[in-house]
């Protein structure tokens, strides 16, 4: 699955981000806790550069516990200031806050010395589409709180809103990056909604989505719609080829959803959006797509 997708406004915005950076003191990268890395822009580790960073593993509600332990961990070990957040609830956002200012400590105190106080930290939001921007922007700006204005020598359409009394936000456009190599990574995009179902066919990602749940997380799968695990076990045992053996647990989940048609035929399209639904939305339960190699 060589997708190459790329529409024009997201050039637009990887320029705009490289110009922003200039006005900034901190990056918050806004990452899909159930895809760590797929959900990484390695453009934007390239523009970013030396850039002070603080990362966010959004949405950890409907990732894996356990995983989203070892990926904080993981981005530590790797230097990284690695925090868990749920936009929804408010879990880990005044850690973000906390982290931003302790982030920029050094850094304030050395202009005090010299004279310069009350200089506001500027942060930075970016982070791929779908990755839970507005929730989080809405949930650490408390909502309520204006826009600063425009800057000096910042084009109007650059609005600045405060945090609190020491920081200001700048928010990006999600951005993707030209070409995906691996197929993977393109997978876990598509079934997390970042790569639009429009894009891809919708029944071969839902597919994909059921053989890898089947493979880590059967028992989520099965006890979402009520499947006994001896009808599952049969139909994987069976003497086809393996695509054959999923699709006929597809059809099974879409014969108890109903997802039917004119003459008792399963709906595979319906199908697809109910299982990408239920996974994404977390009915399935707390699920992880990447874990540490």
Not at 139 to 155: C, D, F, L, M, Y
Not at 234 to 248: A, C, V
């Amino acid at each position: 699955m060589n997708i190459n997708w790329f529409p024009g406004h997201m050039a637009k915005t990887r320029k705009q981000i490289t110009e922003d950076l200039k006005l900034v003191d901190v990056v918050v990268e806004l990452l899909d806790a159930r895809i760590p890395i797929s959900s990484q822009n390695p453009e934007i580790k390239q523009i970013l550069q030396n850039k002070k960073k603080i990362i966010v593993l959004n949405k950890c509600d409907l990732a894996d516990d356990i995983c989203n332990r070892e990926w904080v961990e993981y981005f530590i070990k790797n230097n990284n200031i690695a925090i868990l957040v749920d936009s929804n609830t408010g879990k880990g956002i005044e850690e973000v806050t906390r982290q931003i200012q302790k982030i920029m400590e050094e850094d304030l105190k050395r202009l005090s010395e010299k004279g310069r106080t009350g200089r506001k930290i500027r942060v930075m939001i970016v982070g791929i589409p779908n990755v839970g921007k507005s929730s989080f922007i809405n949930r650490i700006a408390k909502k309520s709180n204006a826009e600063v204005g425009n800057k000096p020598g910042v084009t109007k359409t650059k609005q600045w809103i405060r945090l609190n009394e020491n920081i200001e936000l700048l928010d990006t456009p999600g951005v993707l990056w030209p070409k995906f190599e691996s197929e993977e990574v393109a997978l876990n995009l598509a079934f997390t909604g970042t790569i639009k179902d429009d894009i891809l066919e919708i029944t071969e990602i839902a597919y994909n989505l059921v053989k890898f749940l089947l493979e880590n997380y059967q028992d989520k799968l099965l006890n979402r719609y009520s499947i006994d695990k001896v009808t599952v076990y049969k139909i994987l045992e069976q003497n086809q080829p393996e695509n054959e053996n999923i699709y006929e647990i597809m059809q099974l989940i879409g014969r108890k959803r109903g997802a039917l048609m004119s003459g008792g035929m399963i709906d595979d399209e319906k199908t697809a959006k109910i299982i990408l639904e239920d996974f994404r939305s977390g009915k399935i339960g707390k699920i992880s797509l990447e874990k540490i190699k």
